[in-house]
Structures are given as structure tokens and as C-alpha cells.
């Protein structure tokens, strides 16, 4: 679709643009084929509780089975799922679908559901929740929503009003990728969160004195404010045992899982790795 300036000139940025909408534009439509055949899915990886050792609870993350291109996995989609407004009726699914898997695990168990900004400001957002809630049975305290700094950063009136409501309704939210966005503090100081997820940059980092004390103090005031705090991307034991000295409630990697298929959280579950205590 390269535009002709003149004859035999093309120009070359624009049919470069072009190539790149195209494309984006035929990915988009396959997205939506994608959500109807139901080509998404869901996998699930434990969030272990330092104190018992137990698994707390599952997050959900999303994969697509591009029928060539194999299994996508978000950031090969999201974005563009998120420009397009596609992830309004995909993040509905996922609340669903993660709803209803998780309706089936034992109690206290938790589920966690990434939602992007866009849901957020949808009016309907708040009865996208419910409905996920009411259709599956699930209890609304064994939901957590996990928001980015990025979300936070338009300031929405909408943003903030919904996720007041999702909370009086008993939903918990939680503050992913902490540390990460420009201003971590100031969110801290206006919203309240049940979870903070430290990045796993801070995670990663016990070589650095600067990075140690930045993630004590994160976690100090995380659970001074009565919050859960997880080290995300916990890899080694080094990782473990620096997040379990800087006072971290719980942990989420691949030392002790990486996301795992639907069908594998109930042997999971039975296997008796629970945490036992809510
Ligand atoms: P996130 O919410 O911070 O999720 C954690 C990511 O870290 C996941 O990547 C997970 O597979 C990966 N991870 C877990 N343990 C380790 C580890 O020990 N080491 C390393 N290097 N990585 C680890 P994934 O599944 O590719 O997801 C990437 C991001 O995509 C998520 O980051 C989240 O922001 C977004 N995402 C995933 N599912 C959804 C969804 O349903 N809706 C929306 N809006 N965003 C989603
Ligand atoms: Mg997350
Ligand atoms: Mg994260
Ligand atoms: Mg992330």
C-alpha cells in the first residue's frame, strides 16, 4: 500500500507507516477472530506466603494460540489490544474465565487478574466485576485486581471512583510493577492498596546497596500500612533469601513456579502445597 508522490517516487517513510498499520490493523482483526473461536487462555502461577510456606493464591495470565505465530504471550498483544480498545471486552473474558477457574480451588485461595487503564475508565467496569463474581460464585475478597503506576497516572475521576467501589465491595487491589512509574510515592499516599508487588528490578538487585535499601523501605512502608508485599520474579535462592530479610509477605517466580496450565492448579492444589491459614 506504498503511496505513490509521483510517479516513481515513493515515499518511503510513509509506506513504511503504512506496512506497520497493516500490519497492526490485521493483527487487531485477528484478535477478534481470536476471541471468538476462544484461541486465549489463561495461565496461573502460584503466589507463595513467606510465613507458611504455603501457596496464597494464583495470578492470571493471559496467552494467545495464534494459529502460526504459536502461543503469543502479552506483550506481543496487550499493547495493541489496549490502542485498539480490544481490551475491553478481552480484559472481560479474563475476569471471567479467571473468575470461574478460580471459583473451583478451596478457599482461601486468591486469584489475581491484570487490568489495564482502559478497563479502568470504563463506566461499565464496575459491572464487568460483578458479573464475573455472580456468574462463577466466586467471593469477592479471593479477587484481586493488580493495577499499574501507569493506570494510575491519568488521575481519572472514573479511575479512582471504581476502584473505591470495587473495594467497598470487598474486591482487593493491588499495585503492580511497584517502583517502576514516576511517582510511587504520591500513589501510595492517595490510594489504598491491599498488595503491593515489588518489581522484579529491585528483586534482582542484591548487589546494590542503593537497591537493598530502596526495597527495605518500600516494604517497610507497605506493611506498615497494613499491606501484603510480593517480590515478583523471585529466580534463585539469592533472590529468596534477600526478599525474605527485607520483610517481604509473599513471593511469585520461577524458583517456585513459572505460570502453569488450567490443569495443572488442581493436582496443584491437592498435591497439599495450601496454605492453610486465610
Ligand atoms: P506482570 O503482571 O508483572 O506479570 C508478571 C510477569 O512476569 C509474567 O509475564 C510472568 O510470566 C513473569 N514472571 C513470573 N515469574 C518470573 C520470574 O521468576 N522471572 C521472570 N523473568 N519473569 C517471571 P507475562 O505472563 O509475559 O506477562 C507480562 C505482563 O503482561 C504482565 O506483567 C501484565 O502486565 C501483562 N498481562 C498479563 N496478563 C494480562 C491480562 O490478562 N490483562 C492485562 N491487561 N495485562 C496482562
Ligand atoms: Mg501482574
Ligand atoms: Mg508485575
Ligand atoms: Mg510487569
Known amino acids: 500500500r506504498a503511496k505513490a508522490a509521483g510517479r516513481n517516487t515513493y515515499r518511503l517513510g510513509d509506506s513504511e507507516a503504512d506496512a506497520a498499520a497493516e500490519s497492526s490493523g490485521l493483527l487487531v482483526a485477528e484478535m477478534k477472530g481470536a476471541m471468538k473461536r476462544g484461541d486465549f487462555l489463561l495461565n496461573y502461577q502460584p503466589i507463595i506466603d513467606l510465613a507458611t510456606g504455603g501457596i496464597a493464591g494464583f495470578e492470571a495470565l493471559v ?9 503469543l504471550s502479552p506483550s ?23 473468575c470461574r477457574e478460580a471459583a473451583a480451588w478451596p478457599e482461601p485461595l486468591r486469584i489475581a487478574v491484570n487490568v489495564s487503564a482502559i478497563q479502568f475508565q470504563q463506566i461499565s467496569m464496575e459491572e464487568t466485576v460483578r458479573h464475573a463474581l455472580a456468574t462463577s460464585g466466586l467471593a469477592p475478597h479471593r479477587l484481586e485486581l493488580e493495577i499499574t503506576e ?3 497516572m491519568q488521575k481519572s475521576d472514573t479511575v ?12 482487593r487491589i493491588a499495585l503492580d510493577d511497584f517502583g517502576t512509574g514516576y511517582s510511587s510515592l504520591s500513589y501510595l499516599h492517595q490510594f489504598s492498596f491491599d498488595t503491593i508487588k515489588i518489581d ?19 516494604v517497610a512502608l507497605g506493611t ?5 508485599v510480593i517480590a515478583e520474579g523471585v529466580e534463585t535462592e539469592e533472590h529468596l533469601a534477600f526478599v525474605r530479610t527485607a520483610g517481604c509477605t509473599d513471593v511469585q517466580g520461577f524458583l ?3 505460570p502453569l496450565p488450567a490443569e495443572a492448579i488442581v493436582p496443584l492444589i491437592e498435591s497439599g502445597r495450601l496454605r492453610l491459614a486465610a
Open 63 to 71: 496467552r494467545w494460540r495464534h494459529p502460526c505465530k504459536g502461543e
Open 76 to 98: 506481543a498483544f496487550i499493547p495493541l489490544a489496549e490502542e485498539s480498545g480490544l481490551i475491553v471486552p478481552l480484559g472481560a473474558w479474563v475476569l471471567k474465565e479467571a
Open 150 to 152: 501507569t493506570m494510575l
Open 160 to 171: 479512582c471512583r471504581t476502584m473505591e467501589r470495587l473495594r467497598s465491595l470487598g474486591v
Open 200 to 218: 522484579r528490578s529491585f528483586v534482582a538487585g542484591s548487589e546494590n546497596p542503593k537497591t537493598v535499601a530502596i526495597t527495605r523501605a518500600i
Open 224 to 228: 506498615s500500612f497494613g499491606a501484603r
Open 256 to 258: 517456585f513456579d513459572p
